[in-house]
């Protein structure tokens, strides 16, 4: 009797020493949203008027800083290039990336392509901080003209997106 007497009041020390260990506290619970990012393209993207060589492939780029180079076995014709201008707008002082592609095909319609790539950015390391909630870049890129590339009027689009980093 003793010992069942004793292994009650055991097990209801054990219980009480559960209960009475419990803790509860309250924890606060939040988020901030910001300003989502928008871009807009001020400029575009133009390489000017090219005659290509007869024998040899060229390149031509317009850098970020809208500076041209002709390669040698071409002939850039007029100084009417110009880089690629965007505006982004979001939170003041967040950082953002750029992302664009690695190369883009312009065409002439009739089926005739040419490749650009090489895209660069003015932005240091493709990121950019909105300063008063806006940033502006600019992207220049290479463009790679064939020997006796056909003629015509070439186009094409490129995408560029901006996201938080």
Do not use: R, W
């Not at 300003?35 to 400029?43: C, G, M, Q, S, W």
């Not at 041209?68 to 076995?73: I, L, N, P, T």
Request: hydrophobic content about 40%.
């Amino acid at each position: 009797m003793k010992f069942l007497k004793l292994l009650g009041v055991t097990a209801l020390t054990l219980s009480v020493a559960t209960v009475s260990n419990a803790s509860e506290v309250d924890s606060d619970a939040g988020a901030k949203i910001v300003a989502p990012l928008e871009i807009a393209n001020t400029t575009s993207l133009y390489f000017g008027t090219i005659a290509p060589g007869l024998d040899q492939d060229g390149v031509v780029k317009v850098g970020y800083s809208g500076d041209k180079a002709c390669g040698s076995s071409l002939t850039c014709l007029t100084n009417d290039h110009t880089a690629a201008q965007f505006t982004v707008s979001g939170e003041d002082g967040m950082i953002y990336i750029i992302q664009v592609p690695s190369a883009i095909e312009l065409s002439n319609g009739s089926g005739d392509t040419m490749t650009v790539s090489s895209f660069e950015s003015s932005s240091f390391a493709d990121q950019g901080v909105l300063t008063g909630g806006t940033h502006t870049f600019s992207m220049g890129a290479e463009l790679q003209v064939a020997a006796n590339q056909p003629t015509g009027d070439y186009v094409g689009t490129f995408a560029v997106a901006v996201e938080y980093n």
